[in-house]
Structure formats: C-alpha cells, structure tokens
C-alpha cells in the first residue's frame, strides 16, 4: 500500500496555510452514485493500519452507481470528489501517534469520519467535521479549509488537550460561509510535541454544499432530530446527517436504539473500530 509522506514541516504548514425512536425513523446514509476520491498520479489514498485495504488501495473510478457499503448510506447521484493529479486524501492519519503517547485502550489514530470516498454534503453554510482523536501530547489542532483551486477559504487552530474520542467541530460563526456548488478539501493536523513536523499526523477530505432537496427542507422545519438524520441520510448528505446522528447519541448515551443507529452509521463506512469512542466537542 502506498502512502504519501511529507517532506517538510514547511510542506505542512503550506498544506495547513430529544427524539423518541421509533422503528419508522431508520437513519440510512446513501452515499453518491459517482462517489469516488480524486484521482492522483503519486498513489492511493492511505486509510492507515486499522484496515486491510484491498490491492492497490484507491476508491473505484466509476461513471455510474457507487458502492454502498451498508444500509444507512444511500448516496445521491451526481456528486463526487474533484479529479485532480496532484490531490489525494487522508482518511486515517498517515503516522501513527507514538505508542508511549497513546491510551491503553482505543484507537491509536487521527481519522478522519468520511465514506471511503472521502467525500461528502452539506447543506450546512457553515458545517460540522468530525475526527476521531486519540490519546496523544498534542495542545492544538491545525484546521484548514481550501477551496478546488487550492485558495485558503479558512484556517484556525483548535484546543484539543485531553480531548480523546471522537471530535465535532462546528465551522465558527466568523468563519466565511461554504459557496453552494462549490468544493472544498479540509485538512486537520494534530502539533504533536506543540509543533507541525513531517512526521505530524493529519487527515483531510472534501466537502461541497448543497441545496436542500424538497425532502430535506421539510425535515429541517421539524425538530425531530432522529427525522432530520433520516432525511439527511436517504439524500446522501453525509455531514449533516453524521452531525445529527452525533448530537442525538451525545444527548441520549443510554438509548440503545440511538446507540444502535449510530454504530452501524459508522460501521458501514468502515469505520466499526471507533464505535465506542465518546463524543467529545472542541467548540
């Protein structure tokens, strides 16, 4: 499996610079039909050691229908990642934090809670990102947004001492708003030791606002949480419907129907190795 390495801590900074459940509210996330991660001509996406990726590790290329890889995704058709050369992106971090600096327990790693597309939606003008993170020194976390042509959008940094499990965070009301139709590849990198290095552990994704389909629109009028999840999830909106999803398993840890829709949300995109980490907010 190949991985990007980076060269420099200079290359890095660049980089950087109340629902009641019912069996009728199922939450099921369908991911887009051209669901597929950028292409790039120096290797695959890296998902880290915490799965067995197949041989040459990429996402599909495909012009029509996607991989579903479970029953809470249902992806829209029509949405993907940017195609570009020169991209790529890191679901789990590439390095691995230093195992003296990791809990006894839990995962090791920075993830990043995307498909394995490493794309997703929003309608959302200023989204929640979600990152599993695990026990480390780090203080600071580096948060960057760019747009298609590699612009900087927005760029912050976050406390994250002491903060381990998985992390929502909020774009801040004086962040710019996300532009409808437009993409954006995020980028979170932990300064592990207070510093970035070219060893620091970072992962990145792609997201793109959209209009709310009639669907949705309607869900987003209700308070229902768990029917908004639903509505966000049968409409590919990936982002605001794990958000959702979170806010109501934060709110309600001991409903098991919750528990349960959460954990099989984070299962069918492969990610069943963080399903117990705690939900923990940095904003």
Request: proline share 7%.
């Amino acid at each position: 499996m190949k991985r990007r390495y980076l060269v420099s801590a200079l290359s890095v900074t660049a980089l950087l610079t109340s629902s009641i459940w019912t069996s009728a509210y199922a939450v099921k996330f369908t991911p887009p039909a051209t669901n597929s991660a950028p292409s790039q001509a120096t290797g695959g996406a890296s998902r880290g050691n915490l799965f067995t990726p197949p041989a040459r590790n990429s996402a599909p290329s495909q012009a029509t229908g996607g991989a579903s890889r479970g029953n809470l995704f249902t992806p829209a058709k029509g949405n993907s990642a940017p195609q570009q050369a020169n991209g790529g992106a890191s679901r789990v971090g590439i390095y691995y934090l230093n195992p003296s600096t990791a809990g006894a327990s839990g995962s090791a790693a920075l993830i990043a809670l995307l498909p394995q597309s490493f794309y997703g939606t929003t309608v959302s003008e200023r989204p929640t990102i979600m990152v599993h993170l695990p026990a480390s020194n780090a203080e600071e976390a580096v948060f960057s947004l760019k747009d298609e042509s590699g612009n900087m959008h927005y760029t912050t940094t976050i406390p994250v001492a002491k903060k381990v499990g998985v992390v929502a965070f909020k774009l801040p009301a004086n962040a710019p708003n996300l532009a409808v139709g437009k993409k954006y590849q995020w980028f979170l990198a932990l300064k592990v030791n207070g510093q970035l290095s070219p060893s620091t552990p970072y992962v990145d994704g792609w997201i793109q606002r959209i209009y709310p389909s009639a669907d949705v629109a309607t869900a987003m009028q209700q308070k229902d949480a768990l029917k908004q999840a639903t509505a966000f999830g049968a409409n590919g909106v990936w982002y605001d419907c794990l958000a959702t999803l979170a806010t109501l398993q934060a709110a309600q840890p001991n409903n098991p129907s919750i528990t349960k829709q959460w954990e099989e949300l984070l299962s069918s995109v492969n990610l069943k190795e963080i399903v117990k980490a705690p939900l923990v907010s940095v904003n």
